[in-house]
């Protein structure tokens, strides 16, 4: 399983939260009103701008040893390793359920629906058979 890991500035508000950015992934940014919650924010920031760069076709950039810190960086500022697992972001993210809007008959509807149907399975299976993948379980 790929790890990867970069470089994150955590900058201070004064009010005990933290601006986040990679200096290595241009507009790669997060925040957290604690360090711990910025560190979880900058994680998720992380792995789902990874993701969008490597759907998009994108070049993800390498991590470097030592970026380069925004000079207009507020002083007080930490360096600080941030570690995303992509395959496992890309799995979550390809398999959530999502809603889609589809338009039947009503008379249709409402006999799946005395029936009970379970549309959404419905649907799912149809469009497996249709599109002829196969889902190991």
Known sequence: MRKVSY??????????????????????????????????????????????????GEVVPRPSAAPEIDPETE??????????YPDLIKNELDNKRVKTNTTIPAWLKEAAEERQVNFSRLLETALLDYLGVAVSR
Do not use: I, M, Q
């Open 7 to 56: 470089l994150a500035v955590f900058e201070p508000n004064g009010n005990g939260g933290f601006g986040v950015y990679f200096p290595d992934l241009p507009g790669c940014a997060s925040y957290g009103d604690t360090f711990e919650r910025a560190t979880r924010e900058a994680e998720d920031a992380l792995g789902l701008h990874l993701y969008a760069l490597e759907k998009d």
């Open 75 to 84: 002083s007080g500022y930490l360096v600080s390793c941030v570690t995303v």
